[in-house]
């Protein structure tokens, strides 16, 4: 019997310490040692993988910009992170979760699918006839000549005579070099955000583009067509290149101005002025235009577009709608003498012509400006800047005759294409039109009526010029006056300027409005201030003279005014465009995020907590991290290692608590079954005490008649409610700890808990988790009950994520 007696003792509270060697103790406390720096360094690990999903979440629904190198970074660091969690669990129990790794590759796979989507380039042909290219063609010849090929195919419009050098020649002139490999390198390599390291970036990459060599099929296929337009249009005819990048001049995305020209170019010098084009695909302008819209790299194809040249009386750009005002459906048309080169770069301040669609059409509206210089072809130089004299300064660069017949060609071009149009213009010496450019029109909704906002009483420190882009800001005045000072511009500052130039693009993302003392509602910075949303106030005069540097000012360009500090209520109509949304990395990142992000295993009890149900990332990390917490809780009591086994919590509460001290957590070891509460040394364990018994609490409230029959009925039918089941939920309530770190595991009645906190000396690694499932009343009330205590745990900053009747919240220190 006294056998018996000591066999159910040993098999119901373990062997203990005093049956086993010293040396076998010291086995159990070094294997101990061992879990335990797998279980930290898994913590640690799980710590890492969730900030970085939780900043993808933040950057998913923030107008933060992002590149690839972002996503492709996330996804590297969650993935590193997960697949550490799983090899630190396998040392935790090995052998045990296999399956884990089949679905971390399977996960990784559906990964790697979305990173890896870039398509090859469009056609087989290097060069292409103008003649043969219309909006069929889009993916090989790019959007800009597309639209112009359809603009001759299609419609009949004069269009210059030209040819395109294709996607496919882009992706031969990179490949014959090698390019690629090397500008992925610096591009994977750049960890910067600051401008002027982006600078050194780009003129990086041009270099490497503008010394490479086009190979001699490409070289000979540009010479070939370039020599028949000749044969066509006359010897020595002299052309322009522009960029047809793939996705410029898409509907929202015009990439207005942010690529290069080469304008007058003779035959000799083609080959060079492609390189040039192509290399400005990494300009600083472009590469933060891409970057602030979402567009990846490799997603840009750059087609080059060749044109001859036209001899130009006048030139310019014209909407085939307000740009501004979305229910005014005027032609608004700028112009100015020479080549529209100055009308688009706002080096001059243009006429303007606003011609009304009445049947006939008439013009309603005639601004003619002083135009002080004009660009003109010159055999030497390509293009020069000739001043005007007066006399032609102050002409009108366009007949009336002249603007009705442009704002007939604009109506066309809207109907044809179905939406408004913003076209590029310009008029030859025997005074016919030719079409350079034609693009979707990016619209403003309406500003608000002058009377639905209260007027400010305080006189402008400037006033007058166009409203470019509509809308208010406040900032500090930063001008603008060199490149240098796009490296200085700071984060939320108005940019005053003299001229709108399209590189002062590179800024838009820090910029909250625009002022400048030339350009025109035409422009590109102008195209581009709408797409930011950016209020934009062009044509000020006397602005760079009257504002000072540093001075907090409010810009109102629905009104054309800017006023001395922030005036509330001019901005309280003002928001700022999410331009990430719907991009293409956004896309991307989102297609990524589902298979990392979403969290559907939430319930360790339901019979899909399994690693075969893992479906993402974040339930591998969930999975591995409540087996690990299990793994931790049953050492001692599969070992009988009474040194690490379960101490029941010796304090005055309705409850009993079990303490499993993983390391440093008591303040003396405990050779018996008690701990008293004043033996705790965790700091999270002591915190969270604190808040339980804040509130005298007796045991659970009485239950009405409706809610006590609820309670039964749930009891009598729900599995995990019988505390004679094996589930978390008739375990018993314990807290594993040591000094920084806290688990808590604990069952309210019908209700389960987990809490979980790290109290470190590194701020960034601390966290806090909670858990919540359970209640034996109806799915109604225990869906109420989760939206209430997540709606409590939203107000003290966690992030909450619901799953039927189960709550997960975590909050990070920031």
Known sequence: MLKLLEYLKEALFGAGEQARSPQDVEQLRTAFRARYHSFKLLLAANQKALETMSDMERALVGARPFGMTYVKAACTAVSVNAMKIIRHLTELAPGRYEELNARFKAIQEAIGAVLASRKPAAGDRLVVPLEEVDKSTVAETGSKMANLGEVLKEMNLPVPGGFVVTALGYQRFIEHNDLQVEIDRRLQSFTGDKVDDLHGLSAEIQQLITRASVPEDLARAIQLTHARLERALGAGVRVSLRSSASGEDDAGVSFA????????????????????????????????????????????????????????????????????????????????????KSVVDGSVTPDQFVVSRSDP??????????????????????????????????????????????????????GHYGCPQDVEWVMARDHSFYVLQCRPLQQVACGLEPASVQDVDRPPIVGGGVTASPGAASGPVFFVRHNADVLQFPEGA???????????????????????????????????????????????????????????????????????????????????????????????????????????????????????RC????????????????EMF???????????????????????????????????????????????????????????????????????????????????????????????????????????????????????????????????????????????????????????????????????????DALCARVEDP
């Not at 080469?262 to 970057?291: C, P, Q, T, W």
């Not at 003392?517 to 910075?525: A, M």
Request: proline content about 5%; overall charge negative; hydrophobic content about 45%.
């Open 494 to 612: 108005v940019l005053v300027s003299a001229q709108p130039l399209p590189r002062w693009a590179t800024v838009m993302n820090r910029a909250v409005a625009v002022v400048t003392e030339q350009g025109s509602v035409t422009g590109h910075l102008a195209s581009v201030a709408r797409e930011f949303g950016i209020p934009a106030l062009f044509g000020v005069p006397r602005a760079l003279e009257r504002l000072t540097a540093g001075l907090v000012v409010t810009v109102d360009a629905d009104r054309r005014r800017v006023h001395e500090g922030r005036l509330g209520q001019l901005l309280t109509a003002t928001r700022r465009k999410n331009l990430m949304e719907g991009s293409p990395v956004h896309d991307i990142l989102q297609r990524i995020a589902r298979c990392i992000v979403p969290l559907n295993l939430l319930d360790p009890d339901a019979p899909e907590f399994r690693p075969g």
């Open 634 to 804: 049953t050492f001692g009591k599969e070992h009988r290692f009474t040194e690490r086994s379960s101490k029941q919590l010796v304090a005055d509460v309705p409850m009993q608590l079990w303490v499993i001290n993983l390391d440093d957590g008591f303040e003396r070891e405990v050779e018996g079954r008690y701990v008293p509460l004043d033996n705790i040394r965790s700091i999270p364990m002591r915190a969270i005490w604190e808040g339980m018994v804040a509130i005298p609490w007796q045991g659970p409230p009485p239950v009405d008649a409706g809610g006590l029959m609820s309670v039964m009925f749930q009891a009598t039918v729900n599995p995990a409610l019988d505390p004679a089941m094996q589930s978390s939920f008739s375990n018993k309530n314990y807290f594993l700890i040591s000094r920084n770190f806290c688990n808590l595991q604990s069952r309210f009645g019908f209700h389960f808990a987990a809490i979980e906190a790290l109290v470190g000396e590194r701020p960034g690694e601390n966290y806090l988790s909670f858990q919540f499932k359970g209640g034996a009343a109806d799915f109604s009330r225990r869906l109420a009950r989760v939206v209430f205590v997540s709606e409590i745990l939203g107000e003290f900053g966690f992030s909450v994520a619901l799953s039927s």
């Open 361 to 414: 059409m008439r013009l309603v509206e005639k601004t003619v400006r002083v135009k002080e210089l004009k660009i003109v072809c010159d055999p030497e130089e390509g293009v020069v800047r000739e001043a005007l004299l007066e006399e032609e300064s102050s002409s009108p660069s366009l007949t009336d005759e002249e603007a009705l017949r442009l704002a007939g060609m604009a109506v066309r071009l809207e």
């Open 257 to 340: 101005g942010q690529y290069r020209s080469e304008l007058n170019i003779g035959a000799d010098h083609i080959l060079e002025a492609y390189k040039e084009i192509v290399a400005s695909k990494y300009s600083l302008h472009a590469m933060s235009y891409r970057f602030n819209r979402g567009i990846a790299d490799d997603q840009v194809w750059m087609c080059v577009g060749c044109m001859a040249m036209v001899d130009a009386v006048a030139g310019g750009v014209m909407y085939s709608r307000n740009p501004i005002d979305d229910r005014d459906s005027s032609i608004v048309i700028n112009a100015a003498w020479g080549l529209p």
């Open 615 to 630: 479906q993402t990332l974040h339930d591998i990390t969930r999975f591995c991290h409540e087996k690990a917490v299990h």
